[in-house]
């Protein structure tokens, strides 16, 4: 699933000497005799704000609401920039910079992910650019540009191009004469938080909160001096923790210039053995699930409550990962979903769930690295997931690992969650195209070792281009028959069609390519189920239980005016 989201950063002054050798000290040498004063050239500055995005997108306006400020991946400080083109929208971020006329300027930024272009207009000379293809590294872009004799701003821009993939910009530099509005001061390091107290514990996590710093962008939190956790907010969850047992617990906050001193330790007790959460409420033999969003990346952002009643199963996007492998926790990101409380979401969850509704954690997204790998890493990812149902109360967990799984081990972690939750544990999983072409694939395989205890698999059906069918012919996406000719292969390749789910995008915006009409979503299900509305591929035979549909996201959903669920949900609840 793809995420979306300002840093000040102090350049080292490279001074322009007047003069050279001897010629130089005898010129000062002269001056000072004669009472005159020499005045040196002023040093060039970066001239650009919010180089860095460590203030969001402050100072920057980006087309179509496409750019956000994210904490990962970055080259230098907390935050990049984030820009995810669409169809009609090459994601352009772009800032006046005050410049100095008849004056030359280096103009240069770090990107990394699709195409990505840097360039500058209005400069009354020539206007300059340059680009790259995309890379899965940080790289430099640089050029130069001269300013005519009356040019005292410029507009520069990144941007990507047309429904390719997002791009990321970092420390974005416009070097040369300060254009009047001065070079940004460096940030400070901040001082150490107060107020650390703690909060709820379950038996393998405590729940830790305390005051916000000023300055800071971030905060680390330690269990007995050793780093657990970060936090960008003022709250986290220490997980993997041992029952009935106590630690000690400290914080320090963090921004670009570098780490306060810690906190004042504090002493909290795990919970004893047997206060895990009880079975959640049963998923519809037909469901549809949605994707809710942690943060904010240009669409509308919601509590846990304003997702419509069409949705049968929410995932909660995303937990994230800890220096330990395979461990994961999980941090509301307050700020950037308009002060949405750490109390109202879990007050939220309960309410979702009396209404009927599963609420689950999602492990992964497009940015997200959680690695399984081994008998530790396998037994620290069951823990943490555990330890996060019982402390938020979540009906269970979605494994959306873009950047590959490990089939025995995440089968390991799986079981070993499933034993510790029982049988009301949901389990769903959300692979791209390629991961379910075949049953040999990590994926696919995982589906398989686990199919007993397996709520359903949905997979990302963007994205993706073209690929293989069940009939061994290539089909598009963004047909009926991409969809159909798709989904036939899990169907075939072992999984019980109560465990298939078609994903999509809930609107343009919500992916690079593959969006597709909730009229195709709907005809591809009644080809499925009832072997009506097929497209030129038609199934050998019907499979009544599909289990539904899934979308990326709710939050994309509700800024198209919910036409995906308005449509889809109610088509799901009258399939066979």
Known sequence: MERSAGRSRRRRRRSRPLLGGTLAVATAAALTVTGLVSTAQAADINNAKNAGFESGLANWTCSGGSGAAVSSPVRSGTSALKATPAGQDNAKCSQSVKVKPNSTYALSSWVQGGYAYLGVSGTGTTDVSTWTPGSSSWTKLSTSFKTGANTTSVTV???GWYGQAAYFADDIEVTGPDGGGGEEPGPVIPAAPAGLTAGATTTSSVALSWNAVSGATGYK???????????TGTSATVTGLTADTAYQFSVSATNAAGESVKSAAISARTAKEGTGPGPGPAVPKHAVTGYWQNFNNGA???????????????A?????ATPTPGQVTF????????????????????????????????????????????????????????ALMQDYGFNGVDIDLENG?????????????????????VITMAPQTIDMQSTSGEYFKTALNIKDILTVVNMQY????????????????????????????QLEGGLDPSQVGIGVPASTRGAGSGYVSPSIVNAALDCLTKGTNCGSFKPSKTYPSLRGAM????????????????????HVRSLP
């Open 551 to 570: 979308t990326w996201s709710t939050n994309w959903d509700a800024t198209a005016g919910f036409a995906w669920s308005k449509a889809v949900g109610p």
């Open 331 to 386: 941090n509301l990101d307050t700020a950037g979903l308009n002060g949405y409380t750490d109390a109202q979401f879990r007050a939220d969850i309960k309410t979702k769930q009396a209404q009927g509704k599963n609420v689950i954690i999602s492990i992964g997204g497009e940015l997200g690295t959680v690695r399984v790998d081994n008998d530790a890493s396998a037994t620290a990812f069951a823990n943490s997931v555990y």
């Open 405 to 425: 799984l490990n089939a025995t081990y995440m089968t390991k972690a799986l079981r070993q969650l499933s034993a510790k939750a029982g049988s009301g544990l």
């Open 221 to 231: 939190v330690y269990r007995n001096g050793v780093q657990a956790t970060t936090s």
């Open 300 to 314: 509308a952002v919601q509590k846990l409550t304003d997702v419509p009643a069409d949705y049968d199963i929410i």
């Open 157 to 159: 821009y990144t941007h």
């Open 316 to 320: 909660v996007s995303f937990a994230d």
């Open 462 to 489: 963007y994205n993706s281009g073209s690929m293989l069918g069940c009939d061994g012919k290539v089909y598009s996406q963004g047909s009926v028959d991409f969809l159909t000719a798709l989904a036939c292969i």
